[in-house]
């Protein structure tokens, strides 16, 4: 399933568990918020920044990190996986356990070459390129 940015897509969360996540927007690029924070952004690269919202639709507890499995794609077609960063403006995902029914919001941080053109934006439950995948594209 692809999508635009700020819809929200449904799809399965590994083999026994369903979600809904919704992909808000992308901030692109957010280097000032890193710098803010005193994180540097390395020479050539940019940072961005996400914010989603996750819903487990299944009826068993989904216990991953809602954004475990979310990486972005430039126009190359390199993988770029998250960030480890923590911004007081854009707090990550809790941590801890999804319960049936329940959302949960957070965001997350990405850094790709400043040459490099976002495509897309692409979730799956573990990451795996073998699994299904929602995606957006901004």
């Not at 399965?12 to 809904?20: D, E, F, K, V």
């Not at 639709?57 to 475990?68: K, S």
């Amino acid at each position: 399933m692809t999508a635009r940015v700020g819809d929200q897509l449904e799809g399965p969360a590994g083999p026994t568990h369903s979600a809904a996540v919704h992909l808000l927007w992308v901030l692109d690029p957010a280097d000032e918020f890193f710098v803010a924070e005193g994180i540097g952004v390395p020479v050539g690269q940019r940072s961005l920044v996400l914010g989603l919202v996750f819903t487990n639709l299944g009826t068993t507890t989904y216990l991953a990190p809602p954004d475990v499995g979310l990486v972005l794609l430039d126009a190359d077609g390199n993988r770029h996986g998250r960030a480890v960063a923590t911004l007081t403006a854009y707090p990550r995902f809790r941590h801890g356990a999804v319960e049936p029914g329940e959302s949960v919001a957070g965001h997350s941080y990405f850094v790709l070459p400043r040459a490099a053109a976002l495509h897309e934006v692409v979730w799956t439950a573990t990451g795996s390129e073998d699994e299904p995948a929602l995606a957006w594209r901004p």
